[in-house]
């Protein structure tokens, strides 16, 4: 009967806040996928929640900075905000005419599940 190889966990979290997926970090420790997943569930889920909080981080000071992209993104990730295209067309010429749609209700922008926390500034950490 062979031994379980052990896991440095701390170095699957390290991994996993790099981006590493599951495969990758598997290979590089000789284990199987299946076999990191039931003994590094917590590290997986640490680092990758650690590597979505240092990018999200980095997008809002990004926003803050004036970066329209990063704002119009955000606007559509946090606020429900999208692109709408109206087609209008007359005889040989067509126009696209694009602009930001607005949530109808503001209530349903601060309902929105996406929405996880009221001020940003206060959870940027």
């Known amino acids: 009967m062979s031994k379980a190889k052990p896991i440095d966990l701390e170095q699957v979290r390290r991994m996993a806040a790099?981006?590493?997926t599951d495969r990758e970090i598997a290979f590089i420790l000789g284990v199987s996928e299946a076999f990191l997943r039931r003994k590094a569930r917590q590290a997986l889920d640490q680092g990758r929640a650690q590597l979505q909080k240092s990018l999200?981080?980095?997008q809002l000071e990004m926003a803050r900075r004036g970066s329209v992209p990063m704002l119009i993104w955000l606007g559509k990730q946090y606020?429900?905000?999208r692109d709408r295209q109206d087609v209008l067309q007359t005889q040989r010429t067509v126009e696209i005419v694009e602009q930001v749609?607005?949530?109808?209700?503001?209530?349903?922008a601060q309902n929105d599940p996406r929405q996880g926390c009221q001020d940003a500034q206060a959870h940027v950490g």
């Open 18 to 20: 790099c981006g590493c």
């Open 79 to 81: 606020l429900g905000q």
């Open 56 to 58: 999200r981080r980095k």
């Open 101 to 108: 749609v607005w949530p109808a209700d503001p209530q349903e």
